[in-house]
T-cell receptor, first 113, second 114 residues
Framework: KQEVTQIPAALSVPEGENLVLNCSFT??????LQWFRQDPGKGLTSLLL?????REQTSGRLNASLDKSSGRSTLYIAASQPGDSATYLC????????????FGTGTLLAVQP | NAGVTQTPKFQVLKTGQSMTLQCAQD?????MYWYRQDPGMGLRLIYY???????DKGEVPNGYNVSRLNKREFSLRLESAAPSQTSVYFC?????????????FGPGTRLLVL
């Protein structure tokens, strides 16, 4: 069964700290892995998408890595800010007829000023 | 360019009532999706439409029906709402629905069934 897991479920850090969010997946046959941000009461905003052939992607203070062999992805946030507080979701895209996304349950991040 | 829009934003229903959730996209995308998000469960696919005129079941279709009205609009209907359908519902779309293609999400509809 294709499953995506995110640990920890919640994380609180002081402003300025670097942090890593973890995502693991059971089926390595993914097309890509995507990280989303979800603010309270809002929809999902795509942050980074890593193709299965790539090892990492960077956008500003965000860096996402992908290791298919171990079934893991990480999202690194440098110099965290209170505005980074949100829920972060990862999703493995397994393609197929549905362009199927399997979502993790998310990590709720709080950056304390 | 509004992207993916959903109406209503919030809704409270009584058990047994019916309602339709509306979704529209202005990106000329072929594929559209309905997900539900429950605490501790992540987002799960209810139905999808690979192109205008086609719809197929996802992971959790029971209790729902969908209509792909045209290329822009994809509606989700609850014929007889149950408390188990209390959830946040997200609509998404992607260009061709090709494997690995990015999906763009709407802001969600928060539904409470009493």
């Amino acid at each position: 069964k294709q499953e995506v897991t995110q640990i920890p479920a919640a994380l609180s850090v002081p402003e300025g700290e670097n942090l890593v969010l973890n995502c693991s997946f059971t089926d390595s046959a993914i097309y890509n892995l995507q990280w989303f941000r979800q603010d309270p009461g809002k929809g999902l905003t795509s942050l980074l998408l890593i193709q299965s052939s790539q090892r990492e992607q960077t956008s500003g203070r965000l860096n996402a890595s992908l290791d298919k062999s171990s079934g893991r992805s990480t999202l690194y946030i440098a110099a965290s800010q209170p505005g980074d507080s949100a829920t972060y979701l990862c999703a493995g895209n397994y393609g197929g007829a549905t362009n199927k996304l399997i979502f993790g349950t998310g990590t709720l991040l709080a950056v304390q000023p | 360019n509004a992207g993916v829009t959903q109406t209503p934003k919030f809704q409270v229903l009584k058990t047994g009532q019916s309602m339709t959730l509306q979704c529209a996209q202005d990106m000329n995308h072929n594929s559209m999706y309905w997900y539900r998000q429950d605490p501790g469960m992540g987002l799960r696919l209810i139905y999808y439409s690979a192109s205008e005129g086609t719809t197929d079941k996802g992971e959790v279709p029971n209790g729902y029906n969908v209509s792909r009205l045209n290329k822009r609009e994809f509606s989700l209907r609850l014929e007889s709402a149950a408390p188990s359908q209390t959830s946040v519902y997200f609509c998404a779309s992607s260009g061709l629905g090709a494997p690995g293609e990015t999906q763009y999400f709407g802001p969600g509809t928060r539904l409470l069934v009493l």
